[in-house]
């Protein structure tokens, strides 16, 4: 399962994050160190607990979760968003609600690498 996100990974291309950005409500001067961000997301398993930091030279946080259980976030940004993670067809799936808004952030391992494909409802 989650097993295979376990490991360091490595920020290497960044399509349309800044409208992502924009869509959440980011305001400028963050989304510009957000686009200057080449973070590396590192991936824990521990007794059923899973661990993801990501590491920036802008900032580092660090969440902690099992699949399937709602917890309070507090994302890099600073929204206060009502979290849950799921396993589906081999994607880790992220789903952030708060003031009205959703966003679905999937994880998948292709060729080797980890992709991510986020969007706002």
Same mark, same amino acid.
């Given at each position: 399962?989650?097993?295979? %996100? !376990?490991?360091?990974?490595?920020?290497?291309?960044?399509?349309? %994050?800044?409208?992502?950005?924009?869509?959440?409500?980011?305001?400028?001067?963050?989304?510009?160190?957000?686009?200057?961000?080449?973070?590396?997301? !590192?991936?824990?398993?521990?007794?059923?607990?899973?661990?993801?930091?990501?590491?920036?030279?802008?900032?580092?946080?660090?969440?902690? %979760?099992?699949?399937?259980?709602?917890?309070?976030?507090?994302?890099?940004?600073?929204?206060?968003?009502?979290?849950?993670?799921?396993?589906?067809?081999?994607k880790l799936v992220q789903k952030q609600t708060w003031d009205g808004k959703t966003t679905?952030?999937?994880?998948?391992?292709?060729?080797?690498?980890?992709?991510? !494909?986020?969007?706002? %409802?």
């Amino acid at each position: 399962m989650v097993e295979q %996100f !376990v490991g360091t990974w490595k920020l290497t291309a960044s399509d349309n %994050f800044d409208e992502y950005m924009k869509a959440i409500g980011v305001g400028f001067a963050t989304r510009q160190m957000g686009n200057m961000a080449k973070p590396n997301l !590192v991936f824990s398993v521990t007794d059923g607990v899973i661990s993801m930091k990501a590491q920036s030279t802008f900032k580092t946080t660090e969440i902690s %979760f099992k699949l399937n259980e709602e917890f309070d976030e507090t994302t890099a940004d600073d929204r206060k968003t009502k979290t849950t993670f799921t396993f589906e067809n081999g994607k880790l799936v992220q789903k952030q609600t708060w003031d009205g808004k959703t966003t679905i952030l999937e994880r998948e391992i292709q060729d080797g690498k980890l992709v991510a !494909v986020m969007a706002v %409802f």
